[in-house]
């Protein structure tokens, strides 16, 4: 069974610049989850998607946005990149909506800073 | 909308002492519980859970935690801690009609002294 694997594992921006971060899903998961982690803080809900379709979305701008692709790998973009954007970028998979699961796999995430 | 709060940002404990990681959540539905961990450098890692059934929940690595409907409490807790357990520990919520959207505490960081 293959885990969630993210790309980049770090990477460095600059202001304004834009970047898309890579995620695998978990093998037999269709749902796909990005989280943002600060330093030091707990991480924030993203957004998710679920069978290629947005369902949920934390408080992030529009310029966060993403995508899932038929084999349920999915990308996260950002748009005019910000020094707040700093932070760890984590991609989580599951299995389904309907009756929680209660479980995320969540990969090892992409570093990103901005300088 | 749900909160986290873990009372402590820091945990220093000895090797073998008993250790509590605590956890408030406030939510105006029902909620799911969740600890998870996090080891330097790595993503999160799933240490147990609460969905329904018994309040008292054990987990991985010899952790469990007490989920307190009245004290909108879910406390993290190991009888006897090894150096490996040095990490950072998350609590985190999601409400039962949100698909799996979780909302994480700020985090405790164990340090595990010998």
């Known amino acids: 069974e293959t885990g969630v694997t993210q790309s980049p594992t770090h990477l460095i921006k600059t202001r304004g610049q834009q970047v898309t971060l890579r995620c695998s899903s978990q093998s037999g998961h269709n749902t796909v989850s990005w989280y943002q982690q600060a330093l030091g803080q707990g991480p924030q809900f993203i957004f998710q998607y679920y069978r290629e379709e947005e369902n949920g979305r934390g408080n992030f701008p529009p310029r966060f946005s993403g995508l899932q692709f038929p084999n349920y790998s999915s990308e996260l973009n950002v748009n005019a990149l910000e020094l707040d954007d700093s932070a760890l970028y984590l991609c989580?998979?599951?299995?389904?909506?309907?009756?929680?699961?209660?479980?995320?796999?969540f990969g090892e995430g992409s570093r990103l800073t901005v300088l | 909308a749900q909160s986290v709060t873990q009372l402590d940002s820091q945990v220093p404990v000895f090797e073998e002492a008993p250790v509590e990681l605590r956890c408030n959540y406030s939510s105006s539905v029902s909620v799911y519980l969740f600890w998870y961990v996090q080891y330097p450098n790595q993503g999160l890692q799933l240490l147990l859970k609460?969905?329904?059934?018994?309040?008292l929940v054990k987990g991985i690595n010899g952790f469990e935690a007490e989920f307190n409907k009245s004290q909108t409490s879910f406390h993290l807790r190991k009888p006897s801690v090894h150096i490996s357990d040095t990490a950072e520990y998350f609590c985190a919520v999601s409400e039962e009609a949100a698909g799996n959207k979780l909302t994480f505490g700020g985090g405790t960081r164990v340090l595990v002294k010998p």
């Open positions: 989580a998979s599951s299995m389904g909506l309907a009756g929680y699961t209660g479980e995320l796999f």
């Open positions: 609460y969905l329904s059934g018994s309040t």
